[in-house]
Every structure is written in C-alpha cells, then in structure tokens.
C-alpha cells in the first residue's frame, strides 16, 4: 500500500528530516511506501489534521500549538518554562516521559488518533519589530500565536495583545503591520526568512517547541501486529535520527540569519530580565488546570516528575 503523510514544516525542516527518515524505515522494512506532504502542499495544519480524521491521510504531524485546541491536554506544552531547553535533557525527557508515551495516548484515542512520537523542535525566540527586555514592552505589540486558547492567555499574562493565526498568515501579517511578533524555534525562522519582516529575536527561554506525529486510529488498529511493529520501530529511529539534527541546527541556524540580515538585534534576557516572564508564567499554569480540571492536573505533575527523573 501507499500510505500519505502530511507535516506542517517544509522538507528541510526538522519535521521534514522526521517524516523523510520515517519513511525510509517503513518502505526498508516493509512492502509499503510513505507519500510525503509537506506544509502548503494540503493546507494548513488544521487541514491535515481534519483529514487525518477523515481517514484520508494516514499520518499527520501536527503539533500540540494547534492540536490542543482539538486535545486541552495537549495545551501542556505552553505553561512556560515548564520544560527546560536543554536538549539533551529534552531529547531523554521525550523518549521516557509516562506522561508522554502513556499519558497522551487515549487522549489522542478519542479524537481518533494513535499518537506515535512526541519529539522537540528547539527553543522558541520571539521576533519583533522593537525591542524586547521586559514584559511591558510587549504592551501595544499585537503577537502572533498559533491557534490554541492557553498560547494566548499566555502572551496576554506576558502582557501583549495575543492573535492567533494559522501560519501562512505570519509573513504577510507582520509586513503589513496585522502583527507585530510572533515566536518560533530559531532554524524555522531561518527556513521561512521570518528575520526579513522582523528586527529582533529574544530569547526568553520561556519554551520549546514540541512537535507530534500521528496515525489515523482506525487505519493503525486494522494493520496486522507485523506492521504496526514496523510503524513504532519506524518512528523510533526516525526520533533519534531527529534529535541530534535538531540539536545541531539549533546550533547554527542563528548564525545563518546572521550572515543574511548582519543588522538583526538578538539578546539573550538576563534572570532579571525573566522575571515578569517566570510571574506569568504561574498563572498560566492555574489557567490551563482550570481548563483542563483534574485530567490536566495528573499530566502536569506527571510531566514535572518525569523532567526530574531525565535531567541528571
Ligand atoms: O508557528 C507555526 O505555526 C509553525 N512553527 C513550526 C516550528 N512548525 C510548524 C508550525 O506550523
């Protein structure tokens, strides 16, 4: 058979090394071929979701910026400063995390999705068109969020006026003035030359950018034992092939936009600098358990348990 995989991330893109090191596991250990989509070949990302549901495609990477309006669970991933930016660290987090590899799973399962891998994409840096140092100064800034209800109240708790978009409104947006800022992993705003409509990239450390993949749940419980082995072995190696790209890109993709725009601003905030940041971000928490209630709250405190036990 010939099974359709679609990614929100251009071939290059971490998600696009993912899907590519995934297929050529399937199509070495298996009779059947993995067709590729990268983003703006099917839509956006809530496009290739909805036809992941339908059954249309049997593979989707979408990521939890926009699956957690789907999964409140999923909304996890934007408490700030939950998880660290260590890579190293997130690379172990990911691949042994309960919360994670079990936790996540039925919730993916009744939205009919059978959740393969979680994986990171690197530390997010906000871009703008004036300085960031402190929270106040993202007052007035109308910043670009993906579309997920815990991302905004976030960037409102940082003090901005949050406006969710689906990606390819952001280059356009923050030309025209619509927006002002958004925030990406850096090689993502290397790849989609965001450096060119934006003049200063902030490091807050306030996340990192987890990603997902998935498979249509009916088609996945159909397979026989054989195949479904070949699709978890699959997306195993291509897991640890994307680890350490992503860990290298993160490290020389600065320096790439450097070189194409020597005038952009980047400052790295100071502890103090945090500060506002770090205050917010302990509301944001108590907004997503209010939201997520009782389910949300096991996550969480499973999350920082399994964060405890991979940062030696
Ligand atoms: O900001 C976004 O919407 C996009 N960012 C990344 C790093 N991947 C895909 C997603 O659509």
Known sequence: DTWRYAFEEAMTDVQGVYA????????ANSDHEIQLFPYGTLGEAADIME?????ILQFVDQSPGFT???IPEAQVFFVPYLLPTDQEHLARFYRESKAINEMFKPLYADKG?????????????????????????LNEIKFRVMTNPLLVESYRAFGATPTPLPWGEVYGGLQTNLIQGQENPTFFLYSTKIYEVTDYITYAGHNNFTTAVMANKDFYDGLSAEDQGVIQKAASVAYEHTVIYQKQ????ELAKIMEAKPEMNVTVLTEEERSCFKAAAVDVENTFIE??????????????ADLAATAH
């Not at 890109?249 to 020389?252: L, N, Q």
């Open 249 to 252: 890109a993160g490290e020389t």
């Open 68 to 70: 957690g309006a789907l």
């Open 51 to 55: 036809q992941t549901q339908d059954g």
């Open 20 to 27: 590519q090191k995934f297929k050529a596991e399937i199509e």
């Open 291 to 304: 939201m997520t209630g009782n389910s949300g709250a096991k996550i969480i405190a499973q999350m920082k």
């Open 113 to 137: 999705l059978e959740l393969l891998k979680m994986f990171p994409e690197g530390e997010v840096a906000m871009t703008t068109k004036t300085p960031i140092k402190t929270c106040s100064d």
